[in-house]
Nanobody, 121 residues
Framework: QVQLAESGGGLVQPGGSLRLSCAAS????????MRWYRQAPGKERDLVAH????????NYADSVKGRFTISRDNAKNTVTLQMNSLKPEDTAVYFC??????????????WGQGTQVTVPS
């Protein structure tokens, strides 16, 4: 069983940087692709970034390309999201998600509780 715990959220000024971390328990971490979602007040949850099981492939939402970087360390069971050039529209609760491919679909099996990122306007 995988449990996820996000940390590193906080308040940062526009143009600043912040690094989010997600610690996973258990020994199955490397079998899961990892994702970061975010949810702003009154909005749906949006996929921000994705990294494959071994960290070979990454994907980003258009809104964060060139500003955010997802990475993982399977030896430490952690995934991170480095956020640079932050904008007020990045304000949201950020969630760490573990996923596996089943058939042609991605199944998001585990969710963290989320960490708040605030970028004032």
């Amino acid at each position: 069983q995988v449990q996820l715990a996000e940390s590193g959220g906080g308040l940062v000024q526009p143009g600043g940087s912040l690094r989010l971390s997600c610690a996973a328990s258990g020994v199955t971490f490397s079998t899961n692709a990892m994702r970061w979602y975010r949810q702003a007040p009154g909005k749906e949850r949006d996929l921000v970034a994705h990294i494959s099981r071994l960290g070979v492939t990454t994907n980003y939402a258009d809104s964060v390309k060139g500003r955010f970087t997802i990475s993982r360390d399977n030896a430490k069971n952690t995934v991170t999201l480095q956020m640079n050039s932050l904008k007020p529209e990045d304000t949201a609760v950020y969630f760490c998600v573990a996923a596996r491919a089943r058939g042609s679909m991605w199944h998001e099996d585990y969710w963290g509780q989320g960490t708040q990122v605030t970028v004032p306007s």
